[in-house]
């Protein structure tokens, strides 16, 4: 017996029972009277609907059973499917003969085509969740959301709410950067709260469509990441752009020139922004850092930091010779903070800096980055900017000695001449001293020096004495070996125990044909055939020592023009004006054989 039966015998039972318990005519006993009634109706109702669809169910089980053939078993011609499907008119029942106790729902047996069918692709399989190629990723809807006047590729690839660096998106709408992609990531989240759809992996590049989660492939994306976020340069290119003088647009509509793009000053890193613009413009340190094979698969030793340096500064590089920026401007935040990271915050972005010392300090970290040592080993940057020289050095007598005993210790050996050679990367001019009193008409008086009186140090002869703690000593220089591109560090500061002093001199140079020959000891100018340089870069210190700004001015090869620059301002500059300014670092670069031809014709 069906448990549905038990119930209603069970029910019955109980109604028999009470009804033979009645007698009495309380309001109880008519209270529980009228339950039971109620019950009893509801009782019989439900068993009579029960009934109604067993006779329903027997009926349709008696017409369906003589309607056709059997359940369809020994039919040749090809596999049999299975369908399920309510109860109706005619069709075969599948399984055991129908018997009254079967339910409503029959299935139905149809015979499939004959031939194999072809198998269901079987969805591909990414990043650990089903990801089919279909037809979304070349027809994704969103496209037309992008705004790419908001992208910035400039800033630090970090999470804008985690800060993380590890798997960062880029949202192509707004511009901010995201993690993840997964259910709980924050790009999800920023995906579905805002409706910003179309997203770019940072590290592989790759474009995908959120919440959808599904990658995004199309060729009009590739202006943003091959020209925008990193761009390439052929050889072909790079040999080119000394000679193009044809202006750029943005994708702002500005106008630029390659190479000669403003450099965003973020707080107080002016100092660093015009040391990288000069080194920017000196062309064989320039070619090597476009091309990134050329240092990408330089072996470091692990946990060395130093290398990051090599590839902001490249990064930084493409950047600026980009022909299809979105923006005439760039941020070298990336490579500042990597600045700050590996001087260990000895040269920062909120505080000024010497650009100097940044400057030495940037030279001798990359050549020790690119695998360069101090004697053997040799990097691009000594191939650029490395020269020798002769330096002798002569103790001196303590000046309180009486004259016997001074002229005795200079029999000495150990006060004799001694003479050793050393390399550079910049050679550092002295100012004369600084007038220390008003003139007559109670102004400072600016005085003015040539750069060939400044030289003469370098001329072997020149003595000048250099005062340490203890002892003093004697020393001349005489330059043995000119590099390709010279550098002048005109030194304007001088510090002493209570603060720094700056030197208002005005240096005048001419800005080309510098023959630096009667520098040279007479061995070696035979070996030189060409001596004379021209000024590339000259960067000027305005201002107070530390209160002070940098500017920059840069001469563009493929225009011959003169610009200034000043953090983000570009502007063209007459040549006459450059030697007016307060000139701290300059770049001269030496003229080859050729170029000496054309300016003789």
Known sequence: MSSRGKRDRDRDRERERGGGGGGSGSGSGSARGSARSRREGEGERGRGRREAERGRD????????GGGPGPGLGLGGGPARLKKEPGGGGGAWAGPAAGAG?????????????????????????????????????????LDTINKSVLDFDFEKLCSISLSHINVYACLVCGKYFQGRGLKSHAYIHSVQLSHHVFLNLHTLKFYCLPDNYEIIDSSLEDITVTCLKPTFTAQHISNLDKQ?????????????????GLNNIKANDYANAVLQALSNVPPLRNYFLEEDNYKSIKRPPGDIMFLLVQRFGELMRKLWNPRNFKAHVSPHEMLQAVVLCSKKNFQITKQGDGVDFLSWFLNALHSALGGTKKKKKTIVTDVFQGSMRIFTKKLPHPDLPAEEKAQLLQNAEYQETMVESTFMYLTLDLPTAPLYKDEKEQLIIPQVPLFSILAKFNGATEKEYKTY????????????LPPYLIFCIKRFTKNNFFVEKNPTIVNFPITNVDLREYLSEEVQAVHTNTTYDLIANIVHDGKPSEGSYRIHVLHHGTGKWYELQDLQV??????MITLSEAYIQIWKRREEDETNQQGA
Do not use: M, W
């Not at 502007?571 to 006459?576: G, R, V, Y």
């Open 58 to 65: 027997k009926r349709e089980a008696a017409e369906s059973g």
């Open 102 to 142: 079967s339910g409503p729902l029959r299935v139905k047996r149809e015979r499939e085509p004959e031939g194999e069918s072809d198998p269901e692709p079987e969805p591909a399989v990414r990043y650990g969740r089903f990801d089919p190629e279909d037809q979304r990723s070349r027809h994704c809807p969103y």
């Open 245 to 261: 003088a044809k202006l750029s647009r943005a994708y702002d509509g500005t106008t630029y020139l390659p190479g000669i793009v």
């Open 470 to 481: 203890k002892e003093n000593f004697l020393k001349r220089f005489q330059l043995t070996r």
């Open 571 to 576: 502007t063209d500059i007459l040549p006459q």
